[in-house]
């Protein structure tokens, strides 16, 4: 079957919220996939339903219809435990508010999902320092999360997110809450970490001047995941 050969497959998903009297339709007949090393930007308006298609997709829900594959595996009928597994070894999540660990340093929020894994505290530490540096924020690894700027903050949390190695990286509007300038400098931060290590990326952003820098952009229409140039005229 196809949906074995990538890295994430989305396949007739269906999310729908009750709303009082009616539902709403968020995602209907959703299809998607991404290929090993390819980088798309998810691209639509506020409320359409990014945040609800990278949670299924990063097995935090379930849809109400619809099978969700990462690595090959159908994940949906799996157990709870089997689900977290491959959330953890196979999934990196980066939010657009960074959600560290106020207690500890930048290095240590970088070893933790290491060391969930099973990492040595070397193995981890070693890793952690490597990923800081190639962020250029080597110097800060001491530092907790409130003593870095809202860009150091997204870098850690972005080194975190890629710490085990991920088949896939999910990330929600990871630059939503910078400045235009530090957007820029910090996408490109996670653009480079991305390609060099050969990661797949689903990006969801308001961005287009981002998303352009992806190779595919997608957006949300009628509960349909479907292509977009970026470069064309947005519709009204
Ligand atoms: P986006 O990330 O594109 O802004 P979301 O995925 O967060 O959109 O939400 C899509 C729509 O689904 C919104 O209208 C939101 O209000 C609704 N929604 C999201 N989560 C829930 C929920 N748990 N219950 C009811 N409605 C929800
Ligand atoms: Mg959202």
């Given amino acids: 079957m196809a949906n074995k050969n990538k890295v994430l497959a989305l ?3 269906e999310r729908h919220y009750g709303q009082g009297e009616t539902t709403l339709s968020i995602l209907k007949e959703a299809n998607f996939s991404l ?10 308006p506020s409320g359409t339903g990014k945040s609800t298609l990278l949670h299924l997709a990063g097995l935090l829900e379930h849809p109400d219809a619809g099978e969700v594959w990462i690595g090959g595996t159908a994940c949906g009928g799996l157990p709870d435990e089997k689900r977290t597994a491959i959330r953890r070894n196979s999934v990196g999540f980066v939010y657009q508010f960074h959600h560290l ?7 240590e929020n970088i070893m933790m999902p290491q060391l969930i894994a099973g990492l040595s505290m ?15 924020i080597g110097h800060r690894a001491d530092h907790r999360p409130a003593e870095l700027s809202g860009g150091e903050q997204q870098r850690v949390a972005i080194a975190r997110a890629v710490a085990n190695a991920p088949l896939v990286l999910l990330a929600d ?17 996670l653009e480079a970490l991305v390609r060099q290590s050969g990661l797949s990326a689903l990006i969801a952003t308001h961005n287009h001047d981002l998303a352009s820098r992806m190779d595919r952009c997608v957006t949300l229409r009628e509960g349909k995941i479907i292509d977009y140039d970026p470069r064309k005229p947005v519709q009204p």
């Avoid at 290929?35 to 639509?44: N, W």
């Avoid at 660990?101 to 290095?107: D, G, I, Q, R």
């Avoid at 070397?122 to 250029?136: F, G, I, N, T, V």
Wanted: zero cysteines; aromatic letters at 8%.
């Fill in 11 to 13: 396949t007739g998903i």
């Fill in 35 to 44: 290929e090993a090393g390819e980088t798309v930007a998810l691209v639509a």
């Fill in 101 to 107: 660990l106020p207690e500890f340093s930048a290095l």
């Fill in 122 to 136: 070397k193995e981890a530490s070693e890793r952690a320092r490597q990923l800081l540096d190639y962020m250029r």
């Fill in 173 to 189: 509007e990871p630059t939503g809450n910078l400045d235009p300038e530090t957007a820029s400098y910090v996408f490109s931060a």
